[in-house]
């Protein structure tokens, strides 16, 4: 009797009480962790000895192959064996997919973690019959390359595994014409370097550019710029008194208009030949000796 007393005292020593984080699910001591608690106690270093990690649930919304690959890495992280994983997986489900869980288990007593996976793709995963590479290669880009980017890397996850290069090919093909001459001439091999070089080049199309600004501030003062109308005669007479055709003043080596004037010559049919600058400039073959 006192021997029974004492092991049920021991088992209710072990039952989860604030504080010991390792009877948790949600924290679990991973492999790493205790390694690198080990080697702490060597260091003399403080390390954590557990990581709080959440469990993903999953309700039947949404794609379960998102939620499958979250559910994969955290078995990984833990270690947990094959053996188990569809015990905790199901522990998770919620709503619409608890009840395909238990219908899974009334068609099959024994399920296995790859039997788990296939039946949820099968009920909640992305449509089988949905080309999804045929709808990555038609992808175009309509608007910024950081939403192109995300709707490709939505169809890239479905379409399955593909080569780098096929990956860089699908995506830089797609994009908008300007970006997408600049982006291949530089050749990338990831998918990751044709993303940095497309929006790269995407910033540097939404730039103003500084020539086209000064062009057409030019454009704008030419507009504005006073316009004179000078006779043939009028021309002649400024030619003799050696006056600068568009300002009146005496013309000069280094002569500058102090304001600039559009000239409006009319012209005989004998004068044709004759060759003169009107804009922004005095004319170079007709000045007085």
Aim: glycine letters at 6%; one cysteine or more; hydrophobic letters at 35%.
């Amino acid at each position: 009797m006192d021997q029974r007393f004492e092991l049920a005292g021991n088992s209710a020593s072990r039952v989860h009480t604030p504080g010991r984080a390792e009877d948790s699910t949600d924290a679990i001591s991973t492999p790493a962790v205790r390694r690198n608690a080990y080697t702490s106690q060597l260091s003399g270093s403080y390390v954590p000895k557990t990581i709080k990690i959440d469990f993903p649930r999953y309700e039947g919304k949404g794609d379960s192959t998102i939620w499958l690959c979250k559910v994969e890495q955290f078995f990984q992280l833990h270690a947990i064996p094959t053996i188990d994983r569809v015990h905790l997986a199901s522990f998770h489900l919620e709503g619409d997919a608890h009840l395909w869980y238990q219908l899974l288990q009334q068609e099959m007593p024994v399920v296995s973690w790859e039997d788990f996976k296939d039946g949820l793709n099968s009920r909640y995963g992305p449509n089988q019959y949905l080309d999804f590479f045929g709808e990555l290669t038609r992808l175009q880009q309509t608007s910024s390359v950081q939403d192109y980017q995300e709707r490709f890397e939505k169809l890239l996850a479905k379409a399955g595994p593909l080569e780098q290069v096929r990956q860089v090919s699908c995506f830089v093909s797609d994009l908008r014409e300007s970006i997408r001459i600049d982006v291949r001439a530089n050749k990338p091999t990831t998918l990751s370097s044709a993303i940095r070089l497309a929006r790269l080049y995407e910033a540097r199309d939404l730039t103003p550019s500084k020539v086209l600004s000064t062009h057409s501030e030019a454009q704008n003062d030419l507009a504005t710029m006073p316009i004179k109308k000078l006779t043939t005669e009028e021309i002649d007479e400024r030619r003799r008194k050696g006056l600068c055709f568009k300002c009146n003043e005496k013309f000069g080596p280094g002569h500058r208009c102090k304001k600039l004037f559009m000239i409006q010559a009319c012209f005989n049919e004998s004068d044709a030949d004759e060759e003169m600058d009107i804009i922004g400039g005095s004319p170079e073959n007709q000045w007085p000796p």
